[in-house]
C-alpha cells in the first residue's frame, strides 16, 4: 500500500498540469482562419496557399458532384478550378464552435461559386456548407470535411 501516496501525488500532479482552452477564444481563431481561407480561395491565383487548409485526409463534398478526398485530390480540383477564366468562389464565415478540448471544431456559412454553363456563359450557385476542422501538430487549423448544399 505505500505505492498508493505516490500514485495520488503524481495523479495530483498530472491534472493539475493540465490546461484549460479558452474557447471563445480558439473560436475567434478558427473564424479567422476560415476567413483567410476565403480570401485566398477568392483571388483565385495561389493553389497551394488555398490547399494548405485542408487536412492530408480531407473530403469535399458538394451537391451530387463526386466526393474529392485526400490532398492531392483536392489540389488537383483546385487547380483544374483556378485554370478555368470562368471561376470564382468565395464564401463567408457566420460562425464558429471548438470542442472544449480545442481541438476540433467546426465552422458555417454562406458560398457564392461562379462556374461556367452550358452555354458558353457563368452561372452563380449559391450555397451553406459546414466545415469540420482539426487542430493539426503544427497548431494550425485544418479543414476535415468540407460539406456544401446549394441554398434553395
Known sequence: MRLAPAFCVVLLVVTGCQTKIDVAKESETLLAADRAWS??????????????????D???IMGSQPIV?????IR?????SFANPKFHISWTPERAVVASA??????????EMTVAN?????AKISSRYI?????DADGRWRCVEDFASPSP
Not at 488537383?76 to 483544374?80: D, G, H, S
Not at 480545442?102 to 458560398?111: L, M, Q
Request: net charge positive.
Open 39 to 56: 480570401t485566398f480561395a477568392s483571388s483565385g491565383k495561389n493553389v497551394d496557399s488555398v490547399v494548405a487548409y485542408w487536412s492530408e
Open 58 to 60: 480531407g473530403r469535399v
Open 69 to 73: 478526398q485526400g490532398k492531392e485530390a
Open 76 to 80: 488537383k480540383m483546385v487547380t483544374a
Open 102 to 111: 480545442g481541438d476540433i471544431g467546426y465552422t458555417v456559412g454562406t458560398t
Open 118 to 122: 452550358a452555354k458558353g456563359g457563368t
Open 131 to 135: 466545415a469540420t476542422w482539426r487542430k
